[in-house]
């Protein structure tokens, strides 16, 4: 069983950057599906951004070209790096971790493990 624990949220000014990382303990991260999600208040949980097996990712239409996920194998880490930060992508960030996939998964429902959260706020 994995636990996962994202860091890096913070306050930041519409324009900013930040990094979020999510470090894993209790197994590898190369035996799972990866995602990063977010959830804003009243809304539902969404997901931004997702990595399959070899590499492959996949991007919300909201933050495409502004947020890179990626993964430091050495590290057990997977990281978000967010660029151009709007207003809207104020939210709680939260890693998760699903079986083993090809194609990167989307929905919630693939994730079996999630971390606690990470908050960015970003003002106008």
């Known amino acids: 069983q994995v636990q996962l624990v994202e860091s890096g949220g913070g306050s930041v000014q519409a324009g900013g950057s930040l990094t979020l990382i999510c470090t894993a303990s209790?197994?590898?991260?190369?035996?799972?599906?990866l995602a990063w999600f977010r959830q804003a208040p009243g809304k539902e949980r969404e997901g931004v951004a997702a990595m399959g097996r070899m590499g492959r990712t996949i991007y919300a239409d909201s933050v495409q070209g502004r947020f890179t996920i990626s993964q430091d194998n050495g590290k057990n880490t997977l990281s978000l790096q967010i660029h151009s930060l709007k207003p809207e992508d104020t939210a709680m960030y939260y890693c998760?971790?699903?079986?083993?996939?090809?194609?990167?998964?989307?929905?919630?429902?693939?994730?079996?493990?999630w971390g606690q959260g990470t908050q960015v706020t970003v003002s106008s």
């Open positions: 209790g197994a590898s991260y190369n035996n799972y599906c």
């Open positions: 998760a971790a699903g079986s083993p996939c090809w194609t990167p998964a989307a929905a919630s429902w693939q994730y079996d493990y």
